[in-house]
């Protein structure tokens, strides 16, 4: 069986017809991993460290070429919650930048070290004012935010550190997601543990908060989801949103 799925894999229909099957069992099932508890980083990158560490999957190299389709060459870029850093690396190739990175967990920044990376280890829950340096041209936070739980204290607190914030969540309004919530689970957005994701938002409740935190969406990406339909309409079919947001008071100011 595994020698035929590693032949099937070559081919594009086997693959879409994997997807959907995929996708339709996650209406129904709990993962195997899942426990109660509060998530440990360091176990989950070692874990990962066996077999992709340092690999991107598709779901994450699609989000990394969305990135890169935002960020000019040469660009100043930060990293918050960079993992095993090969979205950063990734960008560094194809982009030019100069990049730098922070995480939690050591086994993940001592990974990213080994790899050439300047990354440091940081909580994004404490302070970081003393971790940054002045200026950024853009400061990402790769599927950050939704375990966090205070992510206007993050943002408010880099506002004056970038350019633009780049900002990639789920969209708990995907289509697939109102249909688990129909059959009475809620959406599945997590990988251990439920006490992963602390907030949650779909694309119009992100449009609403981002205005209320004083910023300006100046780029919305649907990254991941139902091909075409994902572009008409992200609230429903993107499964995987970035944003690209301005400090809208700022500019105001200079405007003013």
Known sequence: MQAFKR???????????ANQ???????FIYPHT?????PDYDEYWDAKAARSMGVLSPFRRARAEAMARVLPVGAKVLDLGVGDGAILKYLIE???LEGYGVDI?????EFCRSQGLNVT????NQPLEEQLEAHYDAIIMSEIIEHLPDPEHLLNTLRDRAAHLIVTIPNTGYYLHRLRLLLGRFPLQWVVTPGEHLRFWTVLDFR???????????H????RGVPLLRRAWPNLFGEAMLYVLEDARASDEHTA
């Not at 280890?121 to 994004?124: F, P």
């Not at 919305?220 to 990254?223: F, I, K, L, N, R």
């Open 7 to 17: 032949v099937a894999r070559r081919f594009p229909p086997y693959i879409w017809l």
């Open 21 to 27: 099957y995929r996708a339709v069992r996650r209406l």
């Open 34 to 38: 899942a426990r109660v508890g509060v």
């Open 94 to 96: 194809a982009r030019q």
């Open 105 to 109: 967990s050591p086994n993940a920044v």
């Open 121 to 124: 280890l940081a909580d994004l």
């Open 208 to 218: 609403w908060w981002a205005r209320q935190m004083g910023f300006r969406v100046v």
């Open 220 to 223: 919305e990406e649907a990254y």
